[in-house]
């Protein structure tokens, strides 16, 4: 594969060639098994089950979001279905005094109900679930959780690297601070550092700090801790004059949310006057239909931002998953009424044996739901103070000092990218919508990977 186009205002990267060198060495030291991991369909499965074990044993009685894993090993919240409004009282009906569910509205959420306190733990929720989307046309469905703790994007975790781009005030430059559309990062929360480099002021509010160190309460960092830092200081990476920029957290510090309390923060974001979301986040389904909560959120977000004269997309994550599935949010870029509202971005790899030609990422999910990719191996960015397990990195548990950056893989690291793109192709060409600022950013980039979608190097790795 040839080099692919360059987005025209990526930032300088201030590093050495020896340093490039030494990280991009590292990162394939950790993708590498992780890879040979995944192209084994057996092993692939028991490692997924593994992790999934592992995080809950970590959870057992800490105060976060709760999950149980369905028949079809499939993360969902615990003693809930989701129904439409339609058929609430069917399967209520159905499913009688046995499991006696109460039938709750979701505020915000047009059409759709909870059945909730169904019998008395997971299995007679398993039960009631299989009677009720036999009686009702499987339109009582799972309520899902998505899981980024569980899902590896490599062997290791983030390592320590070198900043790509010096002190804030050295990125902004000459770029002109111009407000820029409203932008919403929802994710696990941003680090309550003061950083000394500038990066991140401000972002940080007593409602959305991402904890750090709770699950369990140890001396070492959670699974997913840094996740939403990381993805804030992409976009600040291509887009440092954005000020209408903010983190909000619906995920806990070890990635699990509820696809209920993401979807209720995607309508509240877009009623607030986001322009763009930005959700590094995804989930898988049994027979791989759409979550109906998210979706019946994301629409009623679409309906929201219009009525108040905005036009809303959400950039979202492919997902890492080595295969063509749909991951939502991110599939929805396909769905009717949803495909100028929903982008799916995947992630690309600098070729190991010559760094200049460029391919996709195995590990990234891909194929005809994939909108635009970008470069999401090795990516550097702003990370948290503090240490990694021995029993979650144990190739080189690290220390995170102050102001640190790091080196992380994942289509939750193209998203971001994507994002700053688009804001900032808004804020230099005063593009009215961030719809007409991502088709410009498709058109320059004519290069297209098969399976990725328009590909485009936005931050260098």
Not at 280 to 301: H, K, N, Y
Not at 343 to 353: E, I, K, P, T, W
Not at 426 to 454: F, N, P, W
């Amino acid at each position: 594969m040839a080099p692919i186009p360059m987005f025209p205002y990526a930032p300088e990267d201030r590093r050495s060639e020896e340093e490039k060198r030494d990280q991009r060495a590292v990162v394939r030291d950790q993708i590498v098994p992780w890879v040979a991991k995944l192209t084994d369909a057996a092993t692939r499965k028991a490692s997924q089950a593994e992790a999934m074990t592992v995080l809950r044993n970590r959870r057992n009685g800490a105060a976060v979001t709760a999950f149980e894993v369905d028949d079809d090993e499939y993360p969902v919240a615990p003693y809930r279905l989701l129904v439409s409004d339609g058929h609430a009282g069917a399967v209520s009906k159905y499913l009688g005094a046995k499991y006696a569910p109460q039938i709750v509205p979701i505020p915000g959420l047009d059409g759709v109900r909870v059945l909730q306190d169904i019998g008395a733990g997971p299995r007679r929720l398993r039960c009631a679930g299989a009677v009720a989307r036999t009686v009702a046309d499987r339109r009582a469905v799972p309520s899902y959780v998505a899981l980024l703790g569980a899902v590896r994007k490599a062997v290791g975790g983030p390592e320590p690297a070198s900043p790509p781009n010096g002190e804030f005030s050295q990125a902004i430059g000459a770029v002109a601070r111009a407000p820029g559309p409203r932008v919403v990062i929802i994710d696990n929360g941003v680090s309550a550092e003061v950083r000394a480099d500038g990066w991140l002021a401000g972002l940080a509010r007593s409602d959305n700090l991402d904890l750090l160190n709770v699950v369990p309460l140890d001396d070492y960092l959670d699974l997913a801790a840094g996740h939403g830092t990381f993805t804030a200081g992409i976009v600040q990476q291509v887009a440092p004059a954005a000020l209408n920029l903010e983190v909000r957290r619906v995920l806990d510090t070890e990635g699990v949310g509820d696809e209920l309390d993401i979807g209720r923060e995607i309508v509240r974001a877009a009623a607030d006057g986001a322009e763009v979301i930005n959700l590094s986040l995804g989930l898988v389904t049994a027979d791989d239909d759409p979550p109906f909560a998210l979706e019946a959120a994301i629409r009623t977000a679409v309906d929201v931002a219009r009525e108040n004269g905005t036009h809303l997309l959400l950039v979202c994550a492919a997902g890492n998953y080595a295969d063509e599935r749909p991951c939502w949010p991110a599939a929805f870029c396909r769905e009717p009424g949803l495909e100028e509202h929903v982008v799916s971005v995947a992630a690309l790899r600098r070729d190991y044996d010559d760094p200049t030609k460029v391919v996709g990422a195995e590990w990234s999910t891909h194929g005809d739901r994939v909108t635009i990719s970008t470069f999401g191996q090795g990516v550097v960015s702003t990370y948290v103070v503090g240490t990694e397990s021995p029993k979650e990195d144990p190739l080189d548990a690290d220390t995170f000092g102050p102001s640190s950056w790091a080196i992380w893989s994942g289509t939750s690291f193209a998203a971001p990218q994507v994002t700053g793109a688009i804001v900032r192709i808004m804020q230099e060409r005063h593009v009215a919508t961030a719809r007409e600022a991502l088709e410009q950013l498709k058109q320059e980039c004519a290069e297209e990977i098969k399976g990725y979608g328009t590909s485009i190097e936005i931050l260098p790795v």
